[in-house]
């Protein structure tokens, strides 16, 4: 289990990070911190281009978490993607949130991964439907973009989109 970096007394005043190895290797870990719970595939961060990097993303709620982990850390061990985090649903109700976030990383530039993320999330039924069962236009989101503040709700939408991939009517790969 690692720590944060507590020192002196100041222990009980900052958050402890708990890593949680997931194979014989060592290579995947769990990270539960205060906000959020990652999966990470340490012999492969570094693919991660941190310009081209970002996310495709669903929304759950707190209260229905039960397969989260499950969800998460069978992205990264199965190499659908290298990194993954989702808000640590003990914040969430703690803090009275009614909604959580799900993050997968790849770069923005890798058509195959996003067509294995999409694929993955789709086959586990994370992207949500319209009442006529058409797929919502889901985005992909930079990280740049999150730094600088764009948000759907402040008319941020995103350059490359699920309808871009998939036929939102049928769900096939186009």
Known sequence: MASSNNTGNNE???PSVEETLLNESGSIAR????SWIWF??????HDINPVQCGKWMFFF??????????????AVLDGVVVEAKYSNPETLIAAGSKQGVCC????GNDRESHKRVLSYMLENGLIRKTKT????????????????????G???????????????ETGEFI
Not at 31 to 34: A, D, E, G, L, M
Not at 61 to 74: H, N, Q, R, W
Not at 154 to 168: E, P, T
Request: glycine share 8%; net charge positive.
């Open 104 to 107: 997968f990383y790849l770069n």
């Open 61 to 74: 709620s707190p209260f229905k978490t039960a397969l989260m982990d499950d969800i998460v850390g069978t």
């Open 133 to 152: 069962g058409k797929l919502y236009n889901i985005s992909f989101k930079f990280d740049t973009e999150t730094y600088a503040g764009k948000y759907k």
């Open 40 to 45: 990470i595939n340490k012999e492969r961060i």
């Open 154 to 168: 402040s008319g941020f939408s995103g350059k490359i989109q699920l309808a871009d991939f998939v036929d939102l």
């Open 31 to 34: 990270v539960k911190s205060f």
């Open 12 to 14: 009980e005043l900052t």
